[in-house]
C-alpha cells in the first residue's frame, strides 16, 4: 500500500489521511466527561467513531454537559447507516475490575465491537513522602495502576472475543519517566511508571493477538488537574513553564493529534511505544 507500492504500479490502497478515519470504529474513554478525557473522546467522535465516555456520576460542572451541542454539529462522512461519529456516557468507577468487565461487554454487544480504548482516568494529590498516609497513597495507586490495568484488560477482552485488531492507549505522564522538583508527587510518579511498564507488557503479551498497546505521556497540560494545583500561584506556573523547551504549558487539544494517530490504522506497525507530548520536557 502507499507510495512505494503506487511508484511500482500498484494503486495505493490507502491515502495518508484516510489512514485516520474511524467511521464505523467503537472506542471507550474513561475519564472522559472532562480534561484530557474529554479532549480526546471527542477527536474521536470527529473521526468517526462511536465513542463511550465513562467516568464517575458526573457533577453538575462535568464538561460532558456541553457535548451533545458538539455531536450534532458533527460533519457527516459517508454513506449508509453509520455515517457520521457519536457520544455515549455510561457511569464508571475504574477500580471495579467486573464492572469495567461487564461495561466493555455491553458497549461490545450493543455496538459489536470494540477497537479503541483509551485508559485515561487518573488523579493526583501531594504529600511529602515521609509524610503519606498509607491509605491515600494505595487510593491513588489503586485508580491510576489497577484502574488502568482493569480498562485496558476490560477493553483488551472484548477485541480478542471478537478478533478485533484493537488498539489500546493508556495515559500515562512525563512523571513516568522524570520527577517533577518540589511537587512531593512520590505516589502518582511511581503510579504512572507503573502504567509505562504495564503498557509494555501488555504490548509485548498481546501483540501476536493482533492488539496494539502503547502510552501517550503528556507535560503539564491546563485542566482541572493541573489547576488545582495552580489556583492563585503564578511563582509556580513560571516554574513549570521554565521546565520545558517550549517554555508553556500545553493545552489538551494538543493531545488530539498523537491519540487520534495511536488510535487508528495510521499507527498499526506502533506497540509497547511511550509518545510523549511534553513541551520536550523529557528531553532536558
Ligand atoms: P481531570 O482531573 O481533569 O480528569 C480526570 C477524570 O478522571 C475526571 O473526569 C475524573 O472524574 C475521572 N476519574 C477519577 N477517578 C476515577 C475513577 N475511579 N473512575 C472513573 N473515572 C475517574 O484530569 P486530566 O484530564 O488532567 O487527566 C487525565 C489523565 O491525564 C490522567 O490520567 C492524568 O494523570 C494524565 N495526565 C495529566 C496531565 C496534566 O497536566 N493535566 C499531565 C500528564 C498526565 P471526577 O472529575 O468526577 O473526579
Not at 475504574?94 to 458497549?107: G, L, R, S, Y
Not at 482493569?150 to 483488551?156: E, I, M, N, R, V
Request: proline letters at 4%.
Amino acid at each position: 500500500t502507499g507510495v512505494v507500492a503506487a511508484l511500482s504500479g500498484a494503486p495505493p490502497t490507502r491515502t495518508a489521511l484516510a489512514q485516520f478515519a474511524l467511521l464505523g470504529r467503537v472506542a471507550m474513554v474513561t475519564g472522559g466527561q472532562r480534561g484530557i478525557g474529554l479532549e480526546l473522546a471527542l477527536a474521536l467522535a470527529e473521526g468517526g467513531a462511536v465513542v463511550y465516555c465513562l467516568d464517575l456520576p458526573p457533577t453538575p460542572d462535568a464538561d460532558w454537559m456541553k457535548v451533545q451541542q458538539f455531536c450534532s454539529s458533527l460533519p457527516d462522512l459517508g454513506v449508509g447507516a453509520h455515517k457520521k461519529g457519536r457520544m455515549e456516557y455510561m457511569s464508571c468507577n475504574v477500580t471495579d475490575q467486573k464492572a469495567m468487565w461487564t461495561i466493555a461487554e455491553q458497549i461490545a454487544e450493543k455496538e459489536g465491537r470494540v477497537d479503541i480504548c483509551i485508559a485515561n482516568a487518573g488523579v493526583l494529590r501531594g504529600a511529602e513522602c515521609l509524610e503519606w498516609d498509607g491509605e491515600d497513597f494505595k487510593k491513588l495507586l489503586d485508580v491510576n495502576i489497577n484502574g488502568a490495568f482493569f480498562t485496558a484488560q476490560a477493553a483488551g477482552r472484548q477485541m480478542e472475543k471478537r478478533n478485533i485488531r484493537g488498539s489500546i492507549v493508556m495515559i500515562a505522564s512525563m512523571s513516568g519517566t522524570i520527577t517533577n522538583p518540589n511537587m512531593h508527587w512520590t505516589a502518582y510518579n511511581t503510579s504512572k511508571a507503573a502504567v509505562l511498564q504495564m503498557m509494555r507488557s501488555m504490548a509485548c503479551e498481546l501483540g501476536p493477538k493482533g492488539i496494539r498497546v502503547n502510552a501517550l505521556s503528556p507535560g503539564y497540560i491546563y485542566t482541572n488537574m493541573t489547576k488545582a494545583f495552580l489556583q492563585g500561584k503564578s511563582e509556580l506556573e513560571r516554574m513549570w513553564c521554565a521546565q520545558n523547551p517550549l517554555g508553556r504549558l500545553g493545552n489538551p487539544d494538543e493531545l488530539r493529534g498523537a491519540a487520534l494517530w495511536l488510535a487508528s490504522d495510521a499507527s498499526t506497525f506502533c506497540t509497547g511505544s511511550d509518545i510523549r507530548v511534553d513541551g520536550g520536557q523529557t528531553a532536558w
